[in-house]
């Protein structure tokens, strides 16, 4: 599969702007495979860059799903804590034992649906990172330091 050609089909639209950028990645790690093959002196200088694009690629990536993950976790909180009552933890399965009047009932299980729904995204969002940084981290690879 060419990973790169289908990047912007897996991606969440909205989240676009905070996914790899898997072409600029890539275009560094084949210079540097070719300034390998041709033995260029120029070597060292874009593995280095490469190196520092990598980094600064997780890193980034790292904290939009951590800042994203915190988000959604404090809606947990907050949905919990809802269907708290009187119960020294909050915890959502406080849903079952307490009785909700019907409107509050529908709310909680809309919240839960859409919650649901965001971690699955947090999740995809995730994956389809991980193959795209995988992918480049498999290239550079294939063309060691000698």
Same mark, same amino acid.
């Given at each position: 599969?060419?990973?790169?050609?289908?990047? /912007?089909? /897996?991606?969440?639209?909205?989240? *676009? @702007?905070?996914?790899?950028?898997?072409?600029?990645?890539?275009?560094? @790690?084949?210079? *540097? *495979?070719?300034a390998i093959i041709e033995e260029k002196s120029n070597v060292a200088d874009l593995w280095q860059k490469l190196t520092v694009a990598l980094r600064s690629g997780i890193a980034a990536v790292e904290t939009f799903y951590t800042r994203q993950y915190a988000i959604l976790e404090q809606r947990a909180a907050v949905l919990c804590s809802r269907g708290d009552r009187g119960a020294s933890s909050p915890s959502l399965p406080s849903f079952l034992i307490h009785e909700l009047d019907p409107q509050e009932a529908e709310e909680a299980l809309a919240t839960c649906l859409e919650l649901r729904l965001a971690f699955k995204k947090l999740q995809w969002y995730g994956k389809v990172n991980r193959d795209g940084f995988s992918n480049i981290l498999g290239k550079r690879k294939k063309f060691p330091m000698t």
């Open positions: 599969m060419k990973f790169g050609r289908d990047l /912007h089909k /897996h991606q969440i639209p909205e989240w *676009a @702007s905070s996914y790899v950028r898997y072409a600029e990645l890539k275009k560094l @790690s084949k210079f *540097a *495979a070719k």
